[in-house]
T-cell receptor, first 116, second 111 residues
Framework: EAGVTQSPTHLIKTRGQQATLRCSPI?????VYWYQQALGLGLQFLLW???????NRGNFPPRFSGRQFPNYSSELNVNALELEDSALYLC???????????????FGDGTRLSIL | AQTVTQSQPEMSVQEAETVTLSCTYD???????LFWYKQPPSRQMILVIR??????QNATENRFSVNFQKAAKSFSLKISDSQLGDAAMYFC????????FGTGTSLTVIP
């Protein structure tokens, strides 16, 4: 069974540009989560999608946005990039809300976003 | 707001010994889950163990077990018979209306 896949592995941008990160969940998973893992700060929750809808978002500015497609894959978009956006962005997937409770999340390898 | 605190940035344990990693959390929710994840140097996060808040019985997965103290909002992870492959960053995580991770504990296993 394929795990959570993220692309690209690395992404280099300059300040002010826009970045798009992609995530494909494990087959059968309908929930997708995005996290930012900056150096020394642990994981910060960004977004949670389930069945195509945004369920919740963390304490990040609106320039962090995303969407979930009908096939449950997801995109994270970061506009007007700033230097402090440099981080590892992790995507996770899980069984959906309809399965009851909070299901364990399975993580991808992440996208390393570097802002120059 | 919910928070997760791991007060031990680094821990070390002798191979075959037992180590306990600490985690406390704060929440006003009644329905939530707690998790321990492991992130080896290869960086993919792996679920170690899960605890439902409504269950009084502590979760156990082979050599990994938790001590869940709901009233104290404490959720520690015990690793028995430590192995070299247990060396990793361990994150305590809270799953409720949102998801919160602690800052991690780096575990070194000494041969």
């Amino acid at each position: 069974e394929a795990g959570v896949t993220q692309s690209p592995t690395h992404l280099i941008k300059t300040r002010g540009q826009q970045a798009t990160l992609r995530c494909s969940p494990i087959s059968g998973h309908t929930s997708v989560y995005w996290y930012q893992q900056a150096l020394g700060l642990g994981l910060q929750f960004l977004l949670w999608y389930d069945e195509g809808e945004e369920r919740n978002r963390g304490n990040f500015p609106p320039r962090f946005s995303g969407r979930q497609f009908p096939n449950y894959s997801s995109e994270l978009n970061v506009n007007a990039l700033e230097l402090e956006d440099s981080a590892l962005y992790l995507c996770a997937s899980s069984l959906g809300l309809d399965t009851g409770g909070y299901q364990p999340q399975h993580f991808g390898d992440g996208t390393r976003l570097s802002i120059l | 707001a919910q928070t997760v605190t791991q007060s031990q940035p680094e821990m070390s344990v002798q191979e075959a010994e037992t180590v306990t990693l600490s985690c406390t959390y704060d929440t006003s929710e009644s329905d939530y889950y707690l998790f321990w994840y492991k992130q080896p140097p290869s960086r993919q996060m792996i679920l170690v163990i899960r605890q439902e808040a409504y269950k009084q019985q502590n979760a156990t997965e082979n050599r990994f077990s938790v001590n869940f103290q709901k009233a104290a909002k404490s959720f520690s992870l015990k690793i028995s018979d430590s192995q070299l492959g247990d060396a990793a960053m361990y994150f305590c995580a809270y799953g409720g209306n949102q998801f919160y991770f602690g800052t991690g504990t780096s575990l070194t296993v000494i041969p």
